[in-house]
């Protein structure tokens, strides 16, 4: 069993920068990939990006590539998603997961939750 606390949302101008942060508990923690998705009110979850167990490769959805940069402390069971240059569409609640991430036969990264947090808030004023 893995339990997930986010942290690190909160309100910001557009071109702002936010780091969220995401405790793991649970003694197998390492042995997860992590992930982040979003979701929007009356939209689906959305996959944000992902770090596998070792931390040696990562995962970006299209749409935060070049702005985001998720990594991971293994001995502070901790997750972290630096997102740069916000845009008011970033806005959504953040979700932290812990799972698998993977790429489809189409190039398409993604991420197999088997945890998830109870998220945080991130806004992004213009």
């Known amino acids: 069993q893995v339990q997930l606390v986010e942290s690190g949302g909160g309100l910001v101008q557009a071109g702002g920068s936010l780091r969220l942060s995401c405790v793991a508990s649970?003694?197998?923690?390492?042995?997860?990939?992590m992930g982040w998705f979003r979701q929007t009110p009356g939209k689906e979850r959305e996959f944000v990006a992902a770090?596998?167990?070792?931390?040696?490769?990562?995962y970006y959805a299209d749409s935060v590539k070049g702005r985001s940069t998720i990594s991971r402390d293994i001995a502070k069971n901790t997750v972290y998603l630096q997102m740069n240059s916000l845009k008011p569409e970033d806005t959504a609640v953040y979700y932290c997961?812990?799972?698998?991430?993977?790429?489809?036969?189409?190039?398409?990264?993604?991420?197999?939750?088997?945890?998830w947090g109870q998220g945080t808030q991130v806004t992004v004023s213009s």
């Open positions: 770090i596998t167990w070792s931390g040696s490769s990562t």
């Open positions: 649970g003694r197998t923690f390492s042995s997860y990939g």
């Open positions: 997961a812990a799972g698998r991430p993977y790429t489809d036969e189409a190039g398409i990264n993604g991420f197999r939750a088997t945890y």
